[in-house]
């Protein structure tokens, strides 16, 4: 069945890893404290607040308790929809103020690119914030590359391991299954989309292979009319 779309993860797969763990992560962790002292009354980010305190079970938490929780959910790396939106409204500032600029592969950057150019619809799938998404592709190194994309989706769809997200975002996108093709580089991930119907490939851009999947070192490996 020919790709009609194209679904991206962003983690490792278009940008490095140690963008994230050794960039994004300790900003958003020497910045929140002071953000959400600052912001605290915003109703976005008072949402956002109320939403730290119910998943962590202390719905009376103080805004310094509800600080200690979020350092605590970056250093554990948890994939809470309330500390992702709340690191992509700090990100935005970095990326504002020429802070901050996203990383994404080159080879990565000429295939989204020849892609858009095709005809192919570009989406991206990633556990960070929609706004964090859009920020990174938006003021990357290479320059805003959001007009090459029709959508982006987060963990509001769902985890990124379980097959019922991919099925949600099948729905969103609007197109059979099988004519979607997903992006990533982690075989838990490829294998839930796999399950919902979608068409994988994954990246191990240091070598090896995603087992069940066909696996490329680099965007420019990527044949979308033969996989």
């Known amino acids: 069945m020919p790709i009609k ?10 940008s490095a890893v140690s963008f994230v763990f050794d960039v994004l992560f300790p900003y958003a962790a020497k910045h929140m404290p002071d953000f959400v002292r600052a912001h605290a009354e915003d109703p976005e980010v008072a949402m956002q607040l109320g939403a730290v305190r119910l ?5 009376e938490a103080d805004v310094e308790r509800v600080i200690e929780i979020l350092a605590q959910w970056i250093a554990e790396d948890r994939k809470a929809t309330p500390l992702k939106a709340l690191q992509g409204m700090v990100w935005k500032q970095g990326y504002e103020a020429g802070e901050l600029k996203g990383h994404v592969y080159p080879d990565a950057v000429k295939a989204l690119k020849d ?3 095709q005809g192919y619809e570009l989406y991206v799938y990633s556990s960070g914030s929609i706004q964090a998404q859009k920020l990174i592709f938006g003021c ?5 590359l959001s007009p090459l994309f029709n959508g982006y989706f987060d963990t509001t769809s769902g985890p990124k391991r379980e097959a019922q997200s991919y099925r949600h975002i099948t729905e969103a996108i609007g197109c059979p ?16 989309a796999q399950e919902a119907g979608l068409q994988t490939c994954g990246l ?7 087992q069940g999947h066909k696996t490329v070192s680099s ?9």
């Open 115 to 117: 892609w858009h150019e």
């Open 204 to 210: 191990a851009r240091e070598g090896g292979q995603l």
């Open 177 to 192: 299954a099988g004519k979607i093709l997903f992006l990533s580089d982690i075989v838990e991930e490829l294998d839930a």
């Open 140 to 144: 990357s190194e290479a320059g805003d």
């Open 55 to 59: 998943d962590s079970g202390e719905p």
């Open 219 to 227: 965007f420019a490996d990527i044949d979308v009319t033969h996989l």
């Open 5 to 14: 779309a194209i679904l991206t993860d962003i983690e490792g797969t278009t």
